[in-house]
Structures are given as structure tokens and as C-alpha cells.
Antibody
């Protein structure tokens, strides 16, 4: 059974740092790209960052570029998101998800097929 | 790439046929996925590559479209289908979601 379990969320003050983690099981972690997606209270989904299977390709949303850092440890089946200089607008549930690939008949399309339950990060003074 | 869903909310009854649309600000070929989210839960993949049904998803869900205009159709609403639905493009490395469509019981 595929499982993704996030941890590390909590209450921090503006300007502080926090690292959230995602431990996976049930699949070969080192074969898959991974992402972080967040959801502010009562709002929609926002992609935060992506990392390829061997960490060779990393991408960030403009809203977190320069403040957040994604990483992974394939030996520990773990994905991380280091969040620095946190702001009130970073308050959200943070989800990790696995990136799958499907063929449309003409294109290989990336999608997010397994998600964790999320961890809540609250930034408030 | 901006993704715009319509409507933002929708009221319907069990057994109804409903369609949610998603428009991309530029052509994204078939790089379009649909997700369902119940309150307090993680999103669930329904449709990938515009029209391919994810394993385990009931056949009453279907997807269509290509280029800039896409649709998610639920052929006969069931009680468990009342949730929020999101489209998402993966045409570019900067992934974007639609704002969501909340499907409510009439």
C-alpha cells in the first residue's frame, strides 16, 4: 500500500524557519519525482515546488522562490521542504504528492496520483 | 499559465448530470488533470491527460477537451460526489491549478 506521511508542521512567528518532512512507503521512492502543494485555510490548491527523482531538476513557485528549499533523501524514503523567512501568507496545509506519468496518445502527462494527509503550518505573531 | 474554472460553485441533486469546465490561458494540449477534494481530506486524482480515468475511479466521471478548453462530467451524481473539484495543468514546469468548483447538494 502506498503511503505518504507528512510531519513537522506547527506554529511559528513571521521571519522564522521550519522544515516539513514526508516519509513514503509502498513504492520505490527513488524512481519518482515528488512535489509539495499547499492549501491556505478556505482556499484552493497551490503548487509550491517539484523535485526530480535524483534531485537534478528542482522548480519553485514564484511565491516561495528564494525562501523555500526542496530536497530528498532516497535512502530514507524522505522528502523535505525547508521554509525560511516565513510570512503570514505561508499559513497553509502542506501536502506532499507523488508524480505519476500517463500517456494521452500524443503526450506524456505528469499528474499527482498519491497524496499525504497534509501538515498544517501556521505563521502568526 | 492561468487556469479558470466555471462555475465557481454549483448546486445539483443526486442523479443529475453535471459538467465543470476549465479554460487555460494558452494551449496546453492534453496536459490537464482533474482532482476531487472533500473537506479536510487530501485531493484525489480522477482524470489525467484530459480524458484518462484513474484506476479505481467510477466510470460516471469523464473528461474531455484539448488545447485551451476542458470539461469534467459526472453522468449521474452520487452522494459521495459532493466535493470541490480542481483542474491542473502540467504543460509547464510551473504547475497551476484552477481555483476550484464547489459542488453542493441542492
Amino acid at each position: 500500500e502506498v503511503q505518504l506521511v507528512e510531519s513537522g508542521g506547527g506554529l511559528v512567528k513571521p521571519g522564522e524557519s521550519l522544515r516539513v518532512s514526508c516519509v513514503v512507503s509502498g513504492f520505490t521512492f527513488s524512481n519518482y519525482n515528488m512535489i509539495w502543494v499547499r492549501q491556505a485555510p478556505g482556499k484552493g490548491l497551490e503548487w509550491v515546488s517539484s523535485i526530480s527523482s535524483r534531485s537534478s531538476h528542482i522548480f519553485y513557485a514564484d511565491s516561495v522562490e528564494g525562501r523555500f528549499s526542496i530536497s530528498r533523501d532516497n535512502a530514507k524514503n524522505s522528502l523535505y521542504l525547508q521554509m525560511n523567512s516565513l510570512r503570514a501568507e505561508d499559513t497553509a496545509v502542506y501536502y506532499c504528492a507523488r508524480v505519476g506519468t500517463g500517456y494521452s496518445g500524443s503526450d506524456y502527462v505528469l499528474y499527482f496520483d498519491y497524496w499525504g494527509q497534509g501538515t498544517l503550518v501556521t505563521v502568526s505573531s | 499559465i492561468q487556469m479558470t474554472q466555471s462555475p465557481s460553485s454549483l448546486s445539483a441533486s443526486v442523479g443529475d448530470r453535471v459538467t465543470i469546465t476549465c479554460r487555460a490561458s494558452q494551449s496546453i494540449s492534453s496536459y490537464l488533470n482533474w482532482y476531487q477534494q472533500h473537506p479536510g481530506k487530501a485531493p484525489k486524482l480522477l482524470i489525467y491527460a484530459a480524458f484518462s480515468l484513474q484506476s479505481g475511479v467510477p466510470s460516471r466521471f469523464s473528461g474531455s477537451g484539448s488545447g485551451t478548453d476542458f470539461a469534467l462530467t459526472i453522468s449521474s451524481l452520487q452522494p459521495e460526489d459532493f466535493a470541490t473539484y480542481y483542474c491542473q495543468q502540467s504543460y509547464t514546469t510551473l504547475i497551476t491549478f484552477g481555483q476550484g468548483t464547489r459542488l453542493e447538494i441542492k
